[in-house]
């Protein structure tokens, strides 16, 4: 009865400001949606900035999570990537100029969220992470984002980068609070089923 009783507080402390980056990046996914529907001509910067802001947070979450035994691993690759990914925009927009239209960021999104959806997909099916729900939704979620920008890329325009990077920052910030809360509540549980088996498995067969 006690420990029923003080899970949900053990619960925030725990988790707290990793549900609160959650919650942010899902709030900045909303704001963009709504400045694509009152602003048709919102300047890509809005996008881009969201979704730098974003993997920055992401990233310290799963370091969070992995560091304490959580199921951080999608969300670190996620969040490099999406860093990496707009390291390499900005570079080619600098020495490109010319290049400063949206089509070219449309297809670097489209990149990130292909190479993203795959890795929790395939996170979901082999590592089994305890928020298999939430990662396998997101994953699924941001394959159909990319391929849709790979289909229109060539005619899309800041508006409409700025609803699929809302989709992707709303959806990605609640699969985020759903690992921090299934961390949160089973701290003691392994983050990824037969991980540590595996592994074990996969050393004794290897070679020396």
């Known amino acids: 009865m006690n420990t ?4 949900p507080k053990l619960l925030v402390p725990r988790t707290g400001w990793m549900l609160a980056a959650a919650l942010v990046t899902a709030a900045v996914g909303l704001a963009l949606l709504g400045a694509a529907a009152l602003f048709p001509e919102a300047p890509l910067q809005w996008s881009a900035f969201a979704l730098v802001g ?3 947070l992401e990233f310290a979450v799963g370091q ?7 199921p951080g691993i999608a969300h670190t690759f996620a969040a490099l990537l999406a860093l990496g990914l707009a390291s390499f925009l900005l570079a080619v927009l600098f020495v490109l100029p010319g290049a400063r239209v949206p089509q070219p960021v449309a297809l670097g999104v489209a990149v990130f969220c292909l190479a993203n959806g795959l890795f929790r997909g395939l996170d979901v099916l082999i590592d089994r992470p305890m ?3 939430a990662e396998a939704f997101d994953a699924v979620f941001t394959i159909v984002l990319g391929a849709v920008l790979v289909a229109t890329w060539q005619s899309a325009t800041p508006s409409f980068i700025a ?3 809302g989709l992707e920052l709303l959806v990605g910030g609640l699969a985020m609070a759903a690992s921090a809360v299934a961390w949160g509540r089973h701290p003691d549980q392994p983050a990824y089923q037969d991980l540590e ?3 074990t498995r996969a050393e004794q067969l290897r070679p020396h």
């Open 4 to 7: 029923r009783t003080n899970e």
């Open 64 to 70: 969070r999570l992995s560091r304490s035994g959580g």
């Open 131 to 133: 928020d298999s729900l």
């Open 163 to 165: 609803v699929v990077a």
């Open 197 to 199: 088996e595996r592994l």
């Open 54 to 56: 974003a993997a920055l």
